[in-house]
């Protein structure tokens, strides 16, 4: 401690010099040292030298965080009493009668209180400080996997020694080519290939042929994967206009051959960059969880031993293959043999499949071989959801909307909900109310069955923020809760139906705001992709969730929300 009597003390030479004044008031045989008298001195005659170290305005924020803090406990603990879901009303006094259980949730309420605290801290820090600083993501190099960083004349030009690819053809509505391109993508990653993601192909969608890059943020999925990938755009310009003429050949496993019996022959998403794909059989590979989908496991032991795979592109040459199954023609009738191959197929001049890139017609029907996950933690894991699997885990959950896509959802929320920022979008719960050709594929799922999925799901929501720790899974990081319960939480719902049908006013009649594209002209202002994406994402932003059974739209929204929110999931059960 200094000797100069202007020297600025700190707090704790001023407290310990209190603290040594104390206790010599105490202990009077103790000499003061001259030290402490000087400070002493200090302290009676300037009382600036205090007021520079406890100073109003200092006061005055400790009282507001105290008095903030004292606040946020006892509205913690009226919430988490009120929580209970045994509590009954509190009948009037005079009744002789109690709260039931009151007592159980007392004791409950330091763990609540304990997790409300800490989730509103959170929160708290999110809204100052979560947006203080975006995330540069630098994504791949694409010299360092290509041997050009522009589309070329060919594909077989941009290929690099040393370097092996996979590509597949889009199949399906979007949320079919998103799956497809998230399997193809964890077989890149399986056998140390790097990913040519097809072209999106506008399937029950008024646009044209895009990148996937035009809704999701590729940057950001090679850094949080890493799995190389890139858009096959990038590698080979496409043909709006198919104005030139295909000028090259790919061999292409036919996944979809080997599972529904014929090959995927709508090649828009190769057709686009002028290429032609020749369908190769696979031979007889094991499957996968469910019995139907080839196993990845299996594919990958198919490419990783050449010398079988050669020796098998020889035999289809040689027999013929694949034949009609209806009969059976002699191997020593080679023209008999011919006219009987599968529709095409043309095994004996078609392109074969190379070593340096693997294509397949369709990833969608790859599956994976799963175990029960052992337990050995001692909070329990939250169920699977459906869709849920090993290419999903470790790949789809990094295929996150771009910058773009999320803020055209934050656009659409503020005005769904009249709010004027992002911050002040209420909690709300997302139901997927599919309808469109459900009505011949499953029939079409009563309203009924999804309000007793939101019950569901709002129940076993409402148990996660009265015990936000008593879990574990994959989504703990990001839920967050937001001082209310569960069935005040806003119902959002997206849906194929026209919104001026009978089905949407019994929706509407619920409370449940329902998205409205023509309402909003999503499509006229921002292109025909929009309203399907807008509806994904906004899925994609529920506390929890409900979707519809055998949806795949459903299923990555779900999967969304499990993994990048925390939330529950419940599927609405014809």
């Known amino acids: 401690m200094s000797d100069d009597p202007a020297h600025d003390y700190t707090e704790k030479e001023l407290d310990d010099a209190m603290a040594y004044l104390d206790s010599t008031r105490r202990r009077s045989s103790i000499v003061v040292p001259s030290w402490a008298k000087r400070l002493t001195a200090n302290l009676s005659s300037s009382y ?21 803090l004292a606040l946020i406990l006892f509205l913690t603990i009226i919430t988490s009493l009120a929580a209970d879901d045994n509590v009954q009303p509190v009948q009037p006094v005079g009744e002789a009668t109690v709260e039931k259980g009151i007592l159980d949730t ?90 040519i993601i097809p072209t999106l192909t506008p399937v029950h969608i008024d646009g044209l042929p895009t990148d996937i890059s035009s809704f999701y943020d590729l940057d950001r999925f090679y850094d949080e994967s890493g799995i190389p990938a890139l858009a096959f755009s990038s590698v080979k310009a496409m043909d709006y206009a198919g104005e030139k003429p295909q000028n090259e050949h790919l061999g292409c496993w036919s996944i979809q051959e080997a599972t529904v019996g014929f090959p995927n022959r709508e090649a828009w998403s190769f057709d686009l960059h002028d290429v032609w794909i020749d369908h190769w059989a696979l031979p007889p590979l094991l499957r996968g969880l469910g019995g139907f989908d080839i196993a990845f496991d299996a594919l990958r032991m198919f490419d990783f031993d050449i010398d079988a795979k050669n020796r098998w592109i020889n035999k289809v040459r040689d027999e013929l293959l694949p034949q009609q199954p209806e009969q059976t023609v002699s191997m020593d009738d080679p023209e008999a043999r011919l006219k009987n191959v599968k529709d095409g197929f043309w095994p004996k001049i078609a392109q074969a499949p190379e070593d340096q890139i693997m294509c397949f017609d369709n990833t969608l029907f790859l599956g994976p071989v799963m175990f029960h996950e052992a337990f050995t933690g001692e909070l329990p894991t939250e169920p699977g959801v459906p869709g849920e699997g090993t290419s999903w885990m470790e790949v789809g959950r990094y295929l996150r909307f771009n910058k773009r896509v999320e803020t055209l959802a934050d656009e659409y929320l503020m005005r769904l909900f009249d709010v004027a920022t992002p911050a002040r979008i209420p909690p709300f719960i997302t139901i997927h109310l599919r309808r469109g050709d459900f009505k011949e594929f499953t029939g079409f799922t009563p309203l009924e069955k999804y309000q007793e999925a939101l019950a569901r799901v709002q129940a076993a929501l409402q148990r996660r923020l009265e015990d936000p720790y008593g879990w574990q899974g994959p989504g703990r990081a990001h839920f967050r809760s937001h001082g209310i319960r569960a069935d005040q939480y806003a119902i959002v719902a997206t849906s194929d139906e026209a919104k001026d049908s009978d089905f949407v006013k019994e929706v509407k009649a619920l409370g449940w705001k329902v998205l409205n594209h023509e309402e909003q002209e999503t499509k006229e202002k921002l292109g025909g992709w929009f309203p399907t994406m807008l509806d ?34 419940e599927t609405a059960w014809r």
């Not at 600036?48 to 903030?68: E, Y």
């Not at 509505?173 to 993508?185: D, E, P, T, V, Y």
């Open 106 to 195: 007392v004791v409950k309420a330091p763990s609540r209180l304990k997790g409300a605290v800490k989730e509103w801290g959170n929160l708290a820090w999110d809204k100052a400080y979560g947006a203080e600083k975006e995330v540069v993501y630098q994504g791949l190099d694409q010299l360092h996997v290509m041997n050009f960083d522009t589309p070329q004349e060919t594909v077989k030009m941009q290929l690099k020694d040393g370097v092996r690819y996979v590509t597949s053809m889009a199949y399906g509505g979007h949320a079919n080519q998103f799956i497809s391109i998230q399997k193809m993508l964890y077989f890149a990653k399986l056998t140390n290939r790097v990913g």
């Open 536 to 569: 994904a994402a906004i899925l994609a932003r529920g506390e929890s969730f409900v979707g519809t059974d055998r949806s795949t739209f459903s299923h990555l929204a779900g999967l969304r929300v499990k993994y990048w929110r925390g939330g529950l999931v």
């Open 48 to 68: 600036r030298l205090v007021d520079r170290k406890v100073n109003k305005s200092f006061l005055a924020r400790r009282a507001l965080l105290f008095g903030a």
